[in-house]
């Protein structure tokens, strides 16, 4: 079974400059998230889709950050204009969306702002 | 809250058993869980406990859950250099939404 997968793998940015970052999830997972892991932290949620609708999306900065998940399968994670605190490690995981949510995650992004 | 805390790193000999903690604040939480990050890679899920039990055991990973003082434990026999790695515990709330804990390093010597 694949899993799931990111690109690019590593991103180097100026500030202010956009980026965007692609994912595709496990095949029959109706559930994807986004997680924004800084370096020497745990992962923290920035989105989640349940099939192509938002589920939660309170600790997204909207401001600058945007996400979609066409059709219900890939998702795409913006960032327009990135900061400097935006350098992470962006990962994409996905789940079956039961009520034990065994969450399977990608290699990530790794983003540099420079 | 929903407040999950780890220690930040641990030490221990190759052949001794690992003991990696995590207390949290969310006494809502239906399922707990343990992953695992090497270097460069995403988060694999080791095992998880539901709510209403004290332990599970997985060959050489065992989970320890106090809900009376909101601490959970993993438990690793016969810890390998390959199990040196970062340890995350994860706690689901409302909306099966997963907070995650800061990571204990866990190195080991051989």
């Known amino acids: 079974e694949a899993g799931v997968a990111q690109s690019p793998r590593y991103k180097i940015i100026e500030k202010r400059q956009s980026v965007a970052f692609w994912c595709n999830p496990i095949?029959?997972?109706?559930?994807l998230y986004w997680y924004q892991q800084i370096l020497g932290q745990g992962p923290k949620l920035l989105i989640q889709?349940?099939?192509?609708?938002?589920?939660?999306d309170s600790q997204l900065p909207k401001d600058r950050f945007s996400a979609e998940r066409l059709k219900g399968v890939d998702s795409t994670l913006k960032i327009q204009p990135a900061k400097l605190e935006d350098s992470a490690v962006y990962l994409c995981a996905s789940s079956l969306g039961g009520r034990d949510e065994k969450l399977f995650f990608g290699s990530g992004t790794q983003l540099s702002v420079l | 809250g929903e407040d999950v805390e780890q220690s930040l790193f641990l030490s221990v000999r190759e052949g001794d058993s690992s003991v990696i903690n995590c207390t949290y604040t969310d006494s809502s939480s239906t399922y707990l869980y343990w992953y695992k990050q090497e270097p460069g890679a995403g988060l694999q899920l080791l095992t998880y406990?539901?709510?209403?039990?004290d332990m599970k055991q997985d060959q050489r990973l065992t989970v320890l859950l106090n809900k009376k003082d909101k601490h959970l434990s993993l438990r690793i026999a016969d810890t390998q250099t390959g199990d040196s790695a970062i340890y995350f515990c994860a706690i689901n709330r409302a909306g099966n939404m997963l907070t995650f804990g800061g990571g204990t390093r866990l190195m080991v010597k051989p």
């Open positions: 406990i539901f709510s209403n039990m």
């Open positions: 889709f349940q099939n192509n609708g938002v589920v939660d």
């Open positions: 095949s029959g997972h109706a559930t």
